[in-house]
């Protein structure tokens, strides 16, 4: 049980790690590249050293050989001249500096190896780090155009649901409206029911009783009657 429990508890640790790395890769990616570049710095500060010690030593060779050079002229000279403790003396000191020489030469060799190989391993990591720079930009690049498709998704979903929230409030006013002209038809209808104007409205139409309505030849005629009707005025004289 113990065993299980260990068990889960690192799969829920790693499961977080995980998480935790997916939701700040840039920023993980990011700080490993600084660091990358710190590390480069240095390589590049190894091989300015090694180059300086190289010239260094190159230069000690170069006086080591003119030093040789006027002791064995020097020496050579007091061979010449019959003074053979002087020549021993001379050769003596050349001897060590050709020691010292063939040192100074190895250590240039070996600084030449060194030199070549931090060249390589330096324009290698810079190689690299560039291009792991401009896959960061990418990277970042791409970030924002999923946060900003994310964000415009968001932003539809919540239009679309307030345009059907709209549509549908129209669509209730509309309802409302019909329902409101109906009830007001209705009501008009009973009107004319509990009055008695439909009843007589439908007797004169089917010819019984008399027109509720006014027409302009009864109007016309009535008038004709008392024009009739009316005593004729005899002109004054």
């Known amino acids: 049980m113990i065993k299980l429990l260990t068990t889960l508890v690192r799969g829920a640790v790693a499961e977080a790690e995980e998480a935790a790395f997916d939701a700040n890769a840039t920023r993980v990616l990011a700080q490993q ?9 240095h390589a590049k500060t190894e091989l300015a050293c090694a180059m300086a010690h190289r010239s260094s030593e190159a230069r000690a060779v170069a ?3 003119d030093r040789i050079s006027a002791l ?3 020496a050579f000279d007091a061979l010449e001249g019959g003074n053979e403790d002087m020549a ?17 030469e190895a250590a240039i060799a070996r600084f030449d190896v060194d030199i070549s190989r931090l060249k390589l391993l330096t324009e290698e990591g810079q190689r690299r780090l ?18 900003a498709g994310s964000n415009g998704r968001r932003a539809l979903a919540s239009g679309s649901g307030a345009l059907r929230e709209a549509e549908t409030t ?3 006013i509309r309802e409302q409206n019909a329902k409101a002209d109906d009830v007001a038809a209705a009501l008009d209808e009973l009107e004319r029911q509990t009055s008695g104007r439909d009843l007589e409205e439908r007797m004169a139409k089917a010819g019984f009783g008399p027109n509720i309505k006014s ?8 008038l004709a009657a008392r024009r009739a009707a009316a005593p004729t005025q005899e002109p004054p004289k």
């Open 33 to 41: 590249l600084r660091d990358a570049a710190t590390s480069l710095q």
């Open 63 to 65: 006086m080591l050989d």
């Open 72 to 74: 064995e002229a020097g």
């Open 88 to 104: 021993t003396e001379a050769a003596t000191i050349i001897a060590a500096a050709e020691d010292e020489r063939r040192e100074r």
């Open 130 to 147: 560039r291009d792991l720079r401009r896959g960061l930009e990418m990277a970042r690049a791409q970030e924002s155009l999923n946060r």
């Open 170 to 172: 129209l669509a209730r």
């Open 215 to 222: 027409k302009p030849a009864d109007v016309l005629a009535r």
